[in-house]
């Protein structure tokens, strides 16, 4: 005999304990955008801030270079 407790563990598996933040879309390069995370939005589009400097070199074609 199983105790209850296992055996709906077994059958449903562990419950989530962590807090997954809400899912606010997508960026421009495809990257999940959860609620919080910085974005920039440039002429129709949205980026997530982390992605901005590949952004501007991919599709602006800027160059970043040392002084």
Do not use: W
């Not at 059958?11 to 899912?23: S, W």
């Not at 390069?29 to 959860?34: N, V």
Request: hydrophobic share 35%.
């Amino acid at each position: 005999m199983e105790h209850p407790e296992v055996t709906q563990l077994r059958r449903t598996g562990y419950p989530n304990l962590v807090a997954q933040p809400e899912h606010a879309g997508i960026d421009y390069f495809g990257d999940e955008i959860l609620d919080g995370d910085e974005i920039v939005e440039y002429d129709g589009e949205i980026i997530l801030e982390g992605n901005l400097q590949r952004y501007l070199c991919e599709v602006l074609g800027f160059e970043f270079k040392s002084a």
